[in-house]
């Protein structure tokens, strides 16, 4: 099992329920994927650096998975069928980082 850091960009115009429906989803497809949710960080709404997808907002969830690599691309596959999540990172790393990170302070 590899460890990742994973950033996920939601609409600006989700409703709370909406947003915890999208978040369950990514989780569902963790699972699916026999990853774990090792811990993981609201970073609330916060403003893009540039307009994406008409979007000058999103919601920001950072997570910290464990996972096999190869199965990465399945689940960027499945992200870029939800219209909502707008953008999305998986960064490998060598340790996680220490929670709560400097994002969450902001």
Do not use: C
Request: overall charge neutral.
């Amino acid at each position: 099992m590899n460890k990742f850091e994973t950033v996920l960009l939601f609409s600006s115009d989700l409703t709370k329920s909406n947003l915890n429906k999208l978040e369950d989803l990514f989780k569902d497809q963790l699972k699916k994927q026999s990853a774990s949710i090792i811990d993981e960080e609201d970073w609330g709404l916060r403003d893009l650096s540039y307009q994406i997808k008409k979007n000058k907002k999103a919601f920001y969830k950072f997570f910290q998975i464990e996972i096999d690599g190869s199965k990465i691309q399945e689940i960027k596959e499945n992200l870029n069928k939800e219209e909502q999540i707008i953008r999305y990172l998986f960064v490998k790393v060598d340790e996680h980082l220490e929670l709560p990170t400097k994002m969450i302070e902001k």
